[in-house]
Nanobody, 120 residues
C-alpha cells in the first residue's frame, strides 16, 4: 500500500501562483510514476501532469508553459508549481502514484485531493 498526502491548495486570484505537494509513504518501491489530476464540478477527472522515476514529464495541453511538475526522490515528494493561474484551473487536484509498464498503469493509488480555487 502507498499513502499519499497532498497539501498546498487554496484560493488565489487569476494570474497568481500556487505550489502543490504530495508526500508518498508506504510501499513506494513499487511506484515508478507520479502525477497530478484534477476534477472540476460536473466534469470528469483529467490528467494535469505526470513524471516518471527517470524524470520524464508529460503535461496536458491546457497547462503547458504554466505548470511544472517535479519530484524530490529523497523526500518521496512530488510537486506541482502552478503559475499564471486561470479561473478554469479551479478544481480539486488529486495526487496519483502508479506502477506502470510500457506506459500502461498496472495499479495506482490516489490522494484525498486538495481544492484549488482561482478567482477572476
Amino acid at each position: 500500500q502507498v499513502q499519499l498526502v497532498e497539501s498546498g491548495g487554496g484560493l488565489v486570484q487569476a494570474g497568481g501562483s500556487l505550489r502543490l505537494s504530495c508526500a508518498a509513504s508506504g510501499s513506494i518501491f513499487s511506484i515508478n510514476a507520479m502525477g497530478w489530476y484534477r476534477q472540476a464540478p460536473g466534469k470528469q477527472r483529467e490528467l494535469v501532469a505526470t513524471i516518471t522515476s527517470r524524470g520524464d514529464t508529460n503535461y496536458a495541453n491546457s497547462v503547458k508553459g504554466r505548470f511544472t511538475i517535479s519530484r524530490d526522490n529523497a523526500k518521496n515528494t512530488v510537486y506541482l508549481q502552478m503559475n499564471s493561474l486561470k479561473p478554469e484551473d479551479t478544481a480539486v487536484y488529486y495526487c496519483n502514484a502508479a506502477k506502470t509498464v510500457a506506459g500502461i498503469s498496472l495499479y495506482d493509488y490516489w490522494g484525498q485531493g486538495t481544492q484549488v480555487t482561482v478567482s477572476s
